[in-house]
């Protein structure tokens, strides 16, 4: 018997887009020991995840495997048979998807979801099935297990829907468990805890697990051995210490170096920065409440108060970063200051003027001092749009310029966000994510700005790319003396830029600082838990 | 490009080309008088010399088609320009002003669309040429009207759709003018669903033209159209089948032409 539940050799995988072929693996080597975690890191496009559906042939319809070998406990996974295939997949090889919110069935209860596949593979009988699923559920962490067998999905927060999936990948008894990007759609201290349970499962049963992850930290904490790719190939592979700690290939250094969770350094300007006075706020909101009203089909409209009572203030060229996890509010206390929705109550200050109340044309001179960029880089362009149109789109808002003058302004701003030139005539579809962003804050800055809202400005993009821009908002800021209220979820990113946080949740700020302190010592047991759960603190 | 060299596809194209060189220039392909016959000849089976035969004056049958291809294609692509554009118009004002001072304005405009709607097309064209007076242009306003809901209520749904993007919401934190927002930002972006529909309401809109004037409210004889030459050709259909059938069959290639390319522009989006 080999010691190796899955051994993968010279795993070619390619798919027909038009007339092109393209290769997103190949030809890799991989292999997981029995009982042992084995986390696949790479970035967007490094073929991880074509990788992890080959294993159990679940490729997308256009997409084919081209060579190699899959010995799973000692047989070829890609000459069986597709009807053995179906009885090892679910049943000796588990499978966690990515976004544990379009992985249920929405019309079944989990009970059922579960009984389906105990039946299937364990062949157990109904009443069996059924006491067995309600102990899988109390197993992975959810109380009341009887009540949530009888619950539909959408009753289940994400992080208890994605407990019920590690239930049902490791239902059945498998020996290894494939997990792709397990714990992405989910916040930090959730995601600590998800990853708790599946170690210990993964412990407790003596179940392989294959974590495919673009999240360092967590590959960090949790796995035994790394296996780094990118574009299609395996650049680094090796036990979790050795690679993570000491790296010696020069790109899982550059992802390292990049990785937030890994690296606590905050990051400084290449120019010395223009002299601002710090004391002067350049935004201060007071007491801002926003209720909305809640309508759910079946029950009566609820009020429901997102912001309740957020005061913060903003020093001019300095960056202040509003965290919380998803629901704390911390969205729309930004939007509120950026004057795209009407706080209830409390006021905003722009400079020591009340702009609250602000409309129509009035509102609109607001937005040469502030202005805003967008979590989604996708989202926020206009698709029809050139590059240089949609840069020069604020100037000729505000008719700064003759149409020349504007192209020579745009392709200004384009070499500041170090952008090459030539990009100036693309659409936004023809951009990848970062540079996509980039477009966003030559935009954003088009009119000088006093303060720039960033609403988790990268959250959406790779950790290497995330780097380059934080790096490139941090010198900007140097260069042009702008203020930040920076949105984000990640304590990573906020080590990265923060001079001042402010903590969020429910709503309330339940702490605030300087930097330094606040991520040193934090005073608050929230702001704690936040910072323990950040992925890569154990590995520190 | 794979697309557009399908075969159904290439013989689509052809079959539009030919109608455009029919419509701006018969005489390249028929090069007789539509309006001139010869008494001798009536009625002849289709042969080499006459395509489609010729009706009871002698008339060439295939010239007439050839030189009705202008009335019955520019009545049609009048219709669904006064369609999209009165549609459009009205769709595109309600969906912006949804939400913001005109939700009620929206309301009631859309319940005059649904009303539109729910009257045959044929119906209303025939009102408005009772009312204007027998001709094509007439027609051509009376079927344009009647597509004119269905283009508003595409345009809307476009409207309040992009409105909800989030380049929108940024076009306007960026401090572009409502105005500008909606013609730079909003119109480009909506307008693209709505022109596929302008290509598949022209086959359609043949269809109703031609309809019409077989009904006899289209031009006045002799002057040739497509609708009215299957029309004359009624009298003698158990005897002279080509005059209704070949007429006939030529509207069905360009109605089937125009749509199988308009499927295709959709597609292609």
């Known amino acids: ?540 | 490009m794979t697309k557009l060299l399908r075969p159904t596809t290439l013989v689509s194209i052809l079959v539009v080309l030919l109608c455009v060189v029919m419509a701006f220039a018969p005489q390249l392909i028929a090069p007789g008088d539509p309006l001139a016959g010869t008494p001798r000849d009536r009625l002849l089976p289709p042969s080499a010399e006459h395509l489609f035969g010729t009706d009871s004056l002698g008339r060439d049958v295939f010239t007439r088609v050839v030189h009705g291809a202008w009335l019955s294609l520019a009545a049609a692509t009048l219709a669904v320009g006064i369609g999209g554009l009165v549609g459009g118009a009205i769709g595109l004002l309600c969906g912006a002003a949804r939400g913001r001072v005109g939700t009620a304005i929206d309301f009631v405009v859309m319940r005059f669309v649904d009303v539109l709607i729910a009257v045959p097309g044929i119906l209303l064209a025939l009102i408005v040429v009772a009312t204007l007076g027998f001709g094509p242009w007439s027609i051509a306003l009376g079927v344009g009207l009647g597509a004119a809901g269905s283009f508003a209520r595409i345009m809307r749904a476009q409207v309040l759709r992009v409105r909800g993007e989030e380049y929108v919401e940024a076009a306007a934190v960026l401090g572009v003018r409502p105005l500008g927002v909606l013609s730079r930002h909003i119109l480009p972006n909506a307008a693209r669903p709505v022109l596929a529909m302008a290509a598949l309401e022209l086959g359609t809109a043949v269809l109703s033209v031609s309809a019409i004037s077989f009904l006899g409210f289209g031009v006045a004889p002799p002057a040739p159209e497509w609708g009215s030459l299957v029309s004359a050709g009624r009298d003698y259909i158990a005897t002279s089948w080509w005059l209704t059938v070949l007429p006939g069959a030529v509207i069905v290639g360009v109605v089937l032409a125009v749509t199988r390319l308009a499927r295709v522009i959709g597609e292609s989006r």
Not at chain 1, 147 to 161: F, I, V
Not at chain 1, 251 to 279: C, H, I, M, W
Not at chain 1, 471 to 500: K, M
Not at chain 1, 506 to 523: F, K, N, T, Y
């Open chain 1, 1 to 540: 018997m080999n010691d190796n539940i899955l051994e993968v050799s010279d795993l070619q995988v390619r798919y027909r887009v038009g007339r092109r072929r393209i290769e997103a693996v190949r030809g890799i080597d991989l292999a997981v020991p029995r009982g042992g975690i084995v986390a696949l890191v790479g970035e967007s496009g490094s073929g991880k995840s074509s990788v992890s559906q080959a294993l159990i042939r679940r490729l997308a319809g256009n997409g084919e495997i081209a060579a190699g070998r899959v010995v799973f406990d000692g047989q070829d996974l890609l000459k069986l048979p597709m009807k053995r295939m179906r009885a090892i997949r679910g049943g000796s090889i588990g499978f966690v998807p990515q976004d544990p919110n379009s992985s249920l069935n929405p019309t079944l209860r989990i009970g059922e979801q579960l009984v389906e596949g105990l039946r299937l593979h364990l062949k157990l009988g109904r009443e069996e099935a059924t006491e067995r699923a309600v102990r899988i559920l109390g197993d992975v962490g959810l109380s009341h297990p009887e009540a949530r067998a009888r619950q539909y999905p959408h009753e289940l927060s994400g992080g208890m829907k994605q407990r019920v999936l590690i239930g049902m990948a490791w239902s059945c008894e498998p020996q290894l468990v494939i997990a792709d990007e397990p714990t992405s759609a989910l916040d930090v201290t959730v995601q600590r805890l998800v990853l708790d349970q599946m170690q210990q499962l993964a412990a407790d049963r003596g179940t392989a697990v294959l974590m495919v992850t673009h999240d360092l930290g967590v590959a960090a904490d949790r796995a035994e051995q790394v296996v780094v790719m990118r574009h299609g190939q395996v650049v680094d592979a090796g036990p979790t210490a050795a690679v993570l700690h000491a790296p010696t290939h020069e790109y899982t250094r550059d992802l390292v170096a990049a990785a937030p969770g890994l690296n606590s350094v905050r990051l400084t300007a290449s120019a010395a920065p223009v002299a601002t006075e710090a004391s002067h706020p350049i935004l201060e909101i007071r007491e801002l409440r926003k209720t909305f009203t809640l309508r759910r089909p079946g029950a009566a409209p609820e009020p429901f108060t997102a912001v309740d009572g957020v005061s913060l203030a903003v020093p001019a060229g300095r960056t202040v970063a509003l965290v919380g996890e998803s629901g704390s509010g911390k969205t729309t206390t930004a939007r509120m200051a950026a004057r795209i929705e009407t706080p209830d109550s409390g006021s905003v200050l722009l400079d020591g003027q009340d702009v609250t109340t602000l409309r129509g044309e009035a509102l609109r001179q607001l937005r040469r001092d502030v202005q805003v960029v967008y979590q989604n880089p996708f989202g926020s362009l206009d698709p029809r749009m050139s590059v240089a149109q949609i840069i020069a789109e604020p100037l000729r808002a505000f008719g700064l310029g003759g149409r020349r003058e504007q192209l020579t302004e745009a392709k200004r701003l384009l070499d500041a966000v170090q952008l090459a030139e030539g990009l100036a005539d693309r659409r936004p579809a023809e951009l990848s994510g970062g540079q996509r962003q980039r477009v966003a804050i030559a935009r954003a800055l088009a009119l000088s700005p006093k303060l720039l809202v960033l609403d988790e400005p990268v959250s959406a993009l790779d950790v290497s790319v995330q780097q380059q821009v934080l790096q490139l908002l941090v010198d900007l800021q140097a260069e042009r003396g702008v203020g930040y209220l920076f949105i984000t979820h990640d304590f990573g990113v906020v080590r990265q830029i923060a001079d001042e946080v402010v903590v969020m949740r429910q709503g309330r700020v339940v702490e605030q600082g300087p930097a330094e302190r606040l991520l040193s010592a934090p005073e608050h047991e929230y702001t704690r838990a936040l910072l323990e759960a950040v992925p890569g603190t154990a590995a520190r």
